[in-house]
């Protein structure tokens, strides 16, 4: 059978531009594709697609990471390469397989495309695809574009939530998968390592999860502080430079009034921090690690050893974007004070540089796209 391709009446007007990063670290705005002219006629569909128009899309740490470093372990930027997989926008056209979405809809986009043939996919954890295709993830293009073209079966319609919002579901996504898989629950004590996006969206969970007490650590006077307005509550607790591992686990089960953590989700991927989360944590307890850090680190095996310390770890997530957009939806989490920088996409690079300073005070840094 063969289909025809349904556009939009209200056609796109502007060219398709991308950010793009390269093995060099540049870092420049350029034509992207599909081409305006593709999208306008909608030929470059294939079954099950539709087109997007791209409103929101935020800068996540592996974003100014691809763009510094090139790399994220074995992830590696050997060419040409556009950015960007926090995104939300809205249909523009629709392939005619597709029946559950139509043009118009807004939509959030979860950034993955699955073999669904492989033991992950048939068991329901496809964020551990054998042949996933992640976007931003070299070498599959971004969804910094202004118009990008995806399965259908991966945009989730959003309602009247707004784009800002519609984007917030990705990180927090990350966020919703630790707090399932480590099993935060009720009048637990916990620790959140790092102050960061994920760091306070997991914290944001936590709170709405009834965790008692909870500390949160960065090495970032700044971000404490709003971590502090975002949940009043919170306990926190400033890492300091040239302090052990060992001593910095007591000050954080002081900051709690002398309650261990019974469960650790770690944010930042940073040794020192995974560390000290070993050190910090109850006989028994959980340190979840939710941060990337490099290949290899020392980890404190005796601690977790006589303590029978659990040591998990996660790999992005999977489905969870309805629950997260009941949660947002319902105002059960509220993530607009996490959007501390708003810029055009033409101005992408101002947005990148802002997000990659930390004496700037951003949080999260939303590229928007009208």
Excluded at 279 to 284: D, E, L, P, S, T
Aim: glycine residues 8%.
């Amino acid at each position: 059978m063969s289909f025809t391709t349904t556009v939009t009446v209200n056609k796109p007007s502007k060219a398709n531009i991308g950010v793009f990063t390269n093995p060099d670290h540049d870092l420049w705005i350029a034509d992207a594709q599909p081409a305006l002219e593709t999208v306008e006629k909608g030929d470059s569909l294939k079954h099950g697609e539709v087109t997007i128009a791209i409103r929101s899309t935020g800068i996540c740490g592996s974003d100014v990471h691809f763009w510094h470093a090139g790399r994220i372990g074995p992830m590696i930027v050997k060419d040409t390469h556009i950015l960007g997989h926090e995104s939300a926008g809205d249909i523009i056209a629709v392939h005619p397989s597709v029946t559950h979405l139509k043009v118009g809809d807004r939509i959030a986009v979860e950034p993955n495309i699955i073999c669904n043939e492989c033991e992950p996919c048939l068991t329901g954890r496809y964020n551990g695809c054998e042949k996933v295709q992640f976007l931003s993830t070299p070498p599959v293009s971004g969804l910094l574009r202004r118009y990008v073209n995806h399965p259908a079966v991966w945009c989730h319609k959003i309602g009247d939530m707004s784009y800002e919002n519609g984007a917030m579901l990705e990180p927090l996504s990350v966020a919703l998968a630790a707090m399932q898989r480590s099993g935060v629950s009720l009048g637990d004590p916990v620790l959140v390592c790092g102050a960061g996006p994920i760091g306070l969206i997991t914290l944001l969970c936590c709170r709405a999860a009834g965790a008692e007490p909870i500390v949160i650590t960065d090495i970032d006077e700044g971000r404490l502080k709003f971590a502090k307005e975002l949940v009043p509550s919170v306990k926190i607790y400033k890492v300091q430079m040239g302090v052990s591992e060992e001593d910095a686990a007591k000050a954080i089960v002081k900051a709690a009034d002398g309650v261990e953590p019974t469960i650790a989700l770690e944010c930042t991927g940073v040794e020192s921090s995974v560390a000290a989360a070993v050190w910090a944590v109850k006989f028994g307890g959980k340190v979840f690690v939710i941060g990337v850090g490099k290949s290899e680190m020392k980890m404190p095996f005796m601690r977790l050893s006589v303590r029978e310390i659990d040591l998990q770890f996660q790999y992005r997530y999977c489905n969870t974007w309805p629950r997260a957009i009941r949660l947002v939806q319902s105002g059960v989490l509220d993530l607009k004070k996490l959007v501390t920088h708003r810029f055009d996409l033409e101005e992408a690079v101002k947005a990148f540089n802002t997000a990659a300073d930390p004496k700037t005070g951003a949080i999260k840094v939303q590229i928007q796209s009208n």
